[in-house]
């Protein structure tokens, strides 16, 4: 994933007729952490708030989707004085290097942080060399 990974983002565009006023969802960017190594790559996704069953992650010629939608409901004791985010979607991906393998990858979820590992090919992963005397 070294040099061919891609990272977009969607941004968000107000739909034709919206006020700048008017609430709509957010199309938000997780922050993702991406770490390489001789086995392959992890990425660890923020997504606090996010659930297993409102999370889709696919892949498909080579581009991993991770696509969710937000949803932090407040109990109706409690009157936030100020929330960033409430709801909202988000989407994104990232272009698999040939040496990956995206048949293998490994997803889980806990306490709001997705763990995607992507395992390098065999005929990729680093090989010892034996050397024979004589």
């Known amino acids: 994933m070294s040099e061919q990974t891609n990272i977009q983002t969607t941004q968000q565009q107000m ?8 609430a709509m969802p957010l199309e938000l ?3 993702v952490d991406i770490i390489e190594n001789k086995d ?8 606090p708030g996010v659930g297993k069953d409102s ?3 696919d892949v498909d010629k080579n581009v991993l989707t991770i696509k969710g939608t937000i949803n932090l409901h ?9 929330m960033d985010v409430h709801a909202g979607t988000f989407t ?5 290097g040939s040496e990956l393998d995206a048949s293998a990858i490994d997803a889980s979820l806990k306490d709001g942080l997705l763990k995607l590992v992507v395992p390098r090919s065999e005929q990729h ?3 010892k ?4 005397a004589g």
Do not use: C, H, M
């Open 92 to 96: 994104r991906q990232f272009t698999l």
């Open 129 to 132: 060399i034996e050397i024979k």
């Open 125 to 127: 992963k680093p090989k």
């Open 29 to 31: 960017s997780p922050a």
């Open 55 to 57: 999370l889709d992650i």
């Open 74 to 82: 407040t109990d109706e004791k409690l009157n936030a004085t100020y």
């Open 15 to 22: 739909p034709a007729g919206a006020q700048s006023g008017d």
């Open 40 to 47: 392959g790559v992890t990425l660890l996704v923020d997504l």
